[in-house]
């Protein structure tokens, strides 16, 4: 089983070798008239992704106080790690995104994206006139949208990066960490998840992350993503996963409440059947081991805090 596991994993590269193929195609680099043809299954990998998020994400967008009108409500969204995530101008496009919305990064990955909306009108447009775009520090700062760049493991300095984002932490608050907690240290990890848990009272922390890193596949992908720290985070959520339900994370001193599923039962549990049926239309083929063990290597977990009693409705279940 474990050769097969370990197969399986380094098979999974080259998924992403023909996705890398299929992109240079579609932007007219290359011609191959074949490679669309072999790229499928990650495409459904990442879907599962997208659409727990998205669906996360509007759970909390259209939860709403008791006494506010539909709409009216404050809210604000903060993305670490964000990278080249347009999550902010999808949402845009859907006339659904929030009051406001804050992407932190390291500054290099920050500049480039500042340059990258500074100089196409279909990205500036959609963050307003009012914007002041500073490609050398890696900043965009407008009404509704703020790129900033820092480094998370920098925790005093977070607070400060979020007044300078103009963030209200008393505001509802979507906090998204995808792909991203696994790159940091143990300790930095930690004290991230404990200082959004400290300064936002009312909110939601998203979590997407791998799991399961001990067993022969989790192996083979640390080693092909590079990933370094594998830590008490991952340990934790592979805990809450087994379990498969709800996690009161009291004797941490952490969120309220905390839930984590795997992707395999977020997939067939979570996304709207309709859109699974739209997506299993598409595949011509499919490797149904590699799927599986692809998406219970992954997770999605979230944590809650709601002092006002607001998400009554929001989560998997
Ligand atoms: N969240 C985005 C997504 O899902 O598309 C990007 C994920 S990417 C795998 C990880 C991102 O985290 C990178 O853009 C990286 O620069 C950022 N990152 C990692 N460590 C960081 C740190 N210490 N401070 C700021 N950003 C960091």
């Not at 949402?91 to 804050?102: H, S």
């Not at 996963?241 to 004797?251: H, N």
Request: proline share 2%; aromatic share 12%.
């Amino acid at each position: 089983a474990e050769s097969r596991s370990n197969r399986a994993a380094v098979q999974a590269t080259n998924d992403d070798a023909s996705a890398s193929k299929l992109s240079c195609v579609k932007k007219g680099y290359m011609k191959d008239d074949y490679i669309h043809l072999f790229v499928r299954r990650p495409v459904r990998r990442y879907f599962a992704r997208w659409a727990a998020l998205r669906k996360l994400l509007y759970q909390f967008l259209d939860c709403e106080g008791s006494n506010s009108e539909k709409g009216s409500t404050k809210k604000q969204i903060l993305s670490l790690g964000a990278g080249f995530d347009t999550t902010y101008f999808q949402l845009q496009d859907e006339g659904k995104a929030p009051y406001l919305y804050v992407e932190l990064d390291f500054k290099e990955v920050t500049s480039k994206k500042a340059s990258l909306i500074e100089s196409c009108s279909q990205l500036r447009d959609k963050i307003g006139a009012t914007t002041s775009i500073l490609r050398e520090n890696g900043e965009v700062l407008s009404d509704h949208y703020r790129l900033l760049p820092v480094d998370l493991r920098d925790i005093p300095n977070l607070d400060d990066v979020i007044l300078l984002a103009n963030m209200d932490p008393s505001v509802q608050t979507f906090i998204i960490a995808e792909c991203v907690l696994i790159y940091l240290d143990p300790d930095s990890s930690r004290s991230i998840v404990g200082w959004a848990e400290k300064t936002f009272s009312t909110a939601i922390f998203f979590l997407y992350e791998q799991i399961h890193p001990d067993d022969a596949f989790g192996q083979q992908m640390i080693q092909i993503w590079r990933v370094e720290a594998v830590h008490f985070w991952v340990s934790m959520l592979c805990q809450l996963c087994k379990q498969r339900q709800k996690y009161f994370l009291i004797r941490d001193g952490r969120f309220q409440k905390a839930v984590a599923w795997d992707m395999l039962r977020v997939y067939s549990k979570f996304v709207d059947a309709n859109e699974r049926r739209r997506i299993e239309r598409l595949e011509l083929f499919d490797e149904f081991e590699e799927w599986h063990m692809m998406q219970e290597h992954y997770c999605v977990a979230y944590g809650i805090n709601d002092v006002m009693g607001l998400y009554g409705k929001f989560g998997f279940e």
